[in-house]
């Protein structure tokens, strides 16, 4: 799963990515930023794609090859759901520890984006995922206030995989009670907030 990529030098990016059994990898994708690169439309966040690279002893980063998109959240239906892959993608970059194979996590992106491409509501899903990876990493509280609505989604959560999440039929009232926990507890693991939660409130606002 591609998580994220940054410019190096004129022409190149460094990609970060999450394997299932190899753990977070970064590496150089050399002219990956020229017109006509064989990694076109295969770098973008929460990307599922076949990526072959190798190693170099000493270098912390590894040189890709090639990468080859499996399944990819450009198509999905909105501007919105495109908005969340990012964020999602962002999610498990902050919490993958390089080379820590963790294949819970690499399992959760993956189903996250066949339920954004199954046309999956955004909201629900969103908290669905927020709720799996805090609890993955240990960091969801057993004695949380909620209201009986929060309490059972959160509940459901447990019993549906994510491209049913809206069989659970949360509120709007309910899924921003949800947000605002989620967010505080994310907020307060990381020591700041997520640069794509910027992005999705103005997505919101438009």
């Given at each position: 799963l591609v998580l994220k990529t940054y410019k190096l030098g004129e022409a190149d990016r460094i990609v970060?990515?999450?394997?299932?059994?190899?753990?977070?990898?970064?590496?150089?994708?050399?002219?990956?930023?020229?017109p006509r690169s064989r990694?076109?439309?295969?770098?973008?966040?929460?990307?599922?794609?076949?990526?072959?690279?190798f190693e170099r002893e000493r270098h912390e980063l590894v040189g890709l090859n090639y990468a080859e998109p499996v399944r990819t959240p450009l198509v999905a239906v909105s501007p919105e759901a495109l908005g969340y892959s990012h964020y999602f993608a962002e999610l498990l970059d902050e919490w993958a520890a390089d080379a820590d194979v963790d294949e819970r996590l690499y399992r959760l992106g993956c189903s996250a984006l066949e339920a954004l491409l199954a046309g999956a509501p955004v909201e629900p899903l969103a908290r669905y995922f927020e709720c799996w990876l805090?609890?993955?990493?240990?960091?969801?509280?057993?004695?949380?206030?909620?209201?009986?609505?929060?309490?059972?989604?959160?509940?459901?959560?447990?019993?549906?995989?994510?491209?049913?999440?809206?069989?659970?039929?949360?509120?709007s009232r309910v899924l921003r009670e949800i947000e605002l926990i989620h967010r505080k507890l994310i907020?307060?693991?990381?020591?700041?907030?997520?640069?794509?939660?910027?992005?999705?409130?103005?997505?919101?606002?438009?």
């Open positions: 970060v990515f999450l394997t299932a059994d190899r753990g977070k990898k970064r590496g150089v994708a050399g002219h990956a930023r020229r990694f076109r439309g295969a770098l973008e966040p929460l990307t599922w794609a076949r990526i072959a690279y805090l609890r993955l990493q240990g960091v969801y509280p057993a004695d949380l206030a909620l209201s009986s609505g929060a309490a059972t989604f959160l509940d459901g959560v447990r019993r549906v995989g994510p491209g049913e999440v809206d069989s659970l039929g949360a509120s907020t307060m693991h990381l020591d700041r907030e997520l640069r794509s939660v910027r992005v999705l409130n103005e997505l919101r606002r438009s």
